[in-house]
């Protein structure tokens, strides 16, 4: 029996019919009914009335070398204003387009104090990022020509310090690129959850592997990446009990061992429903 998805909002109306809940989606991975979580029926209507609220990712405009640099300048501990205006400061003298930049030059840059929303800041890290970027310079000036995001995103992990989530988060500001995923806990959780990834994989030791098992699941559900992650976000960020049910769910199914048993012989796990009412 299939199951119909119809969505009107007053950004517009789709229609889309979906498999029998049993049927699977992908090999050991069924499709579920849409007000089944966390399964991909359920994503899949989550994802299109996104779709219908929320514009596509758009490319920032920005140069490669720049969108390395504006993230190389921002990340954790630096506010996001302050990370803009360094940005801002090291694009207006021409880090990224001329030659000859030197990590002596970045760090006096950076250690002016900077104009943020009208107030003089100081750049906690000026050292630190000038190093880092300083060192991936000479490279993003010289960049080749790329057929696809995923090739954009495989060359920049072979910068220094530029790992497969930050390289990943590059390529989709850049480009708009849907053929590499933003990955983090709450995604792998819930592929794990439904049985597309095995327990043992990690977002830090197996971003790729973990990333071509979801973007299979959004083709066979014919939604963006972009899309699955936004609602996923959105979903563990309006209910923190969500996110934590899926931590709960794979502790209460994990294998069990040795010391699982013991535990398990003092005291009785809770039961947990894996429906949650539309």
């Known amino acids: 029996m299939t199951q119909i998805v119809a969505l009107v909002s007053r950004h517009g109306t789709l229609h889309r019919e979906l498999p029998d809940p049993h ?3 992908l090999t050991g991975v069924r499709w579920g009914a849409v ?9 899949t209507q989550q994802a299109l009335t996104h779709r219908l609220e929320a ?3 758009r490319a920032s405009g920005r140069s490669l070398a720049e969108e390395v640099g504006a993230s190389l300048l921002g990340g954790p501990g630096i506010p996001a204003a302050v990370g803009l205006a360094a940005f801002t400061r090291v694009r207006e003298r021409g880090a990224f387009v001329q030659p000859g930049v030197c990590e002596a030059m970045l760090t006096a840059w950076l250690s002016e104090p900077l104009d943020v929303q009208g107030k003089a800041l100081g750049f906690r890290f000026a050292t630190q990022k000038a190093r880092h970027l300083a060192a991936v310079m000479p490279a993003l000036l010289s960049a ?3 057929d696809s995001g995923q ?10 310090g530029v790992g497969p989530k930050t390289a990943s988060a590059i390529v989709r500001g850049w480009s708009a690129s849907e053929d590499v995923a ?10 794990q959850v439904i049985g597309l990834c095995a327990r043992k994989l990690t977002v830090q030791r197996h971003y790729l592997e973990v990333e071509a098992r979801l973007l299979k699941l959004c083709a066979a559900m014919e939604v963006r990446a972009s899309e699955l992650e936004a609602v996923v976000a959105a979903e563990m960020n309006r209910s923190p009990e ?3 049910f899926l931590v709960d769910h794979l502790e209460a199914t994990a294998p069990a061992t040795k010391t699982a048993t ?3 012989a003092t005291r009785e796990p809770e039961q947990i429903a894996l429906v949650f009412t539309a």
Do not use: G, S
């Open 35 to 43: 007000e089944e979580f966390p399964t991909p029926a359920y994503w």
């Open 242 to 244: 969500t996110a934590r």
């Open 55 to 57: 514009p596509a990712p």
């Open 262 to 264: 013991k535990a398990r």
């Open 144 to 146: 080749p020509d790329f």
């Open 151 to 160: 090739e954009v995103r495989n060359w920049l992990m072979a910068l220094p």
């Open 182 to 191: 933003l990955l983090d806990a709450h995604l792998l959780r819930v592929a």
């Open 23 to 25: 049927q699977p989606i």
